[in-house]
């Protein structure tokens, strides 16, 4: 056995004794106001150590990435930082990081003269939709457990666990947030951080809570549960999720998805008939559900018909519908395919821009959209959602405030295990 298969080995094998105990992993989230994206610390930490990088939270990334350089050294590498291990071009998880290549990327032809000791593979910032050659690497995170009510140190501490990624040259970080190093992948990917964490017993489940601030931390969970927030302490999250099928639209496509029925407001179904069995994509790429233009105008009309009574103010770009005043909007609701509804309250409908007013958070996303909604961040935030990847169904919550918690509500204080 090669000398880092064998260190690996020791690794994995000394996480499945001492941990089985624990089945879900946490993972504080932190808001970036300047761009509304949200962002997880790369050892996962609560606390973390200066210049530690994050990450941008992406449920459609085929991997984790991150700004490395992989140093080919030949003396045995221990666990010191930069000390990596490049998977070679045969490996199971190379040739899925390879089956995702997105059209925007350069063509990986170049890289044929390292032959087989490296696997190539195509980073992309899903920000500015720029694309660098890099290769997949192996390197290690700290991860913390939870019974579901605080978190506590994770297997091999201090050590950490071993998990694939890409590197990536700097330049690829433009139009990040200044602090944002690189991409983590929370997708349907066999590289995103659900899969490949099984060993940890976490079951391909993702519990998302976005916070709506950078004031406090919000959540994600990666396991089965329970989820305990700290204004209840007795009510396990998962009882207040209503359920819709989730499909994985094809072997190529990351994304989650699920359908929908039909859209009110104030209980009034808005007219279109081509709604019912459109894809909802939920991404955390964009900050306001985008919208194909019929949908968008439909909605934007029922909307502003609802609101009849409220004064307007300009519009503030990119909205097209904004109140003087956003005491009593009514609730957009989308009915799922399962016939459940997904309830939008005025926090993620109403974008407050100042002076008192707010824009109807949603955007044109033209004729030729790809998917006909797309969720965004503001529409999550403060929503519980559980990505059930291996039963193919999506738990949400609606908005927790109206619960009288936030997804600000998990306690981060550490316990031991
Ligand atoms: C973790 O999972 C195992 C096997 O699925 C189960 O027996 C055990 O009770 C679970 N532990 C907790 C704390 O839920
Ligand atoms: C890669 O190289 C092969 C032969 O070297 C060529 O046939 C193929 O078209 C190239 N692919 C791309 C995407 O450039
Ligand atoms: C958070 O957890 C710690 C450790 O269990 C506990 O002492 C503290 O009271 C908790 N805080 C809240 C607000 O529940």
Redesign the pocket.
Known sequence: MHLTNLFFFILLSFSHHVYSRFNTSVIPITKDEATSLHKVAWSFKVRQWDGEPYLLLDLDAPFTWKDCVIKHSDIPCGLEEGCRFPLRCDTTLCKEAKSYINPVCPSLNITDKYGCSICAVTPLNPVSNVCKISQLTTDLIDLYLTDG??PSPGPNQPFGSQFVLSCAPSSLLRSFPKDVRGVAAFSWSGLSFPRQLSFLDVTGKIGLCLPSSSAGLGVAFLGEGPFYF?SN?NLDLRSILSYTPMVRRSSKDLGYYVKINRILVKGTPVSLPALKGSYVMLSTRVPYTVLRSDIYKALVASFSKATGGIPRVSVVKPFGLCLKDVGGVPKIDLEMESGKVWSVSGENSMKRVGNGGACLAFVDGGLKVKDAIVIGTFQMENNFFLFDLVNQKLGFSSSLLGRGTSCTGF?????GN
Do not use: I, L, Q, W
């Open positions: 009510r605080n700290t302490r306690n981060f204080t550490e316990v």
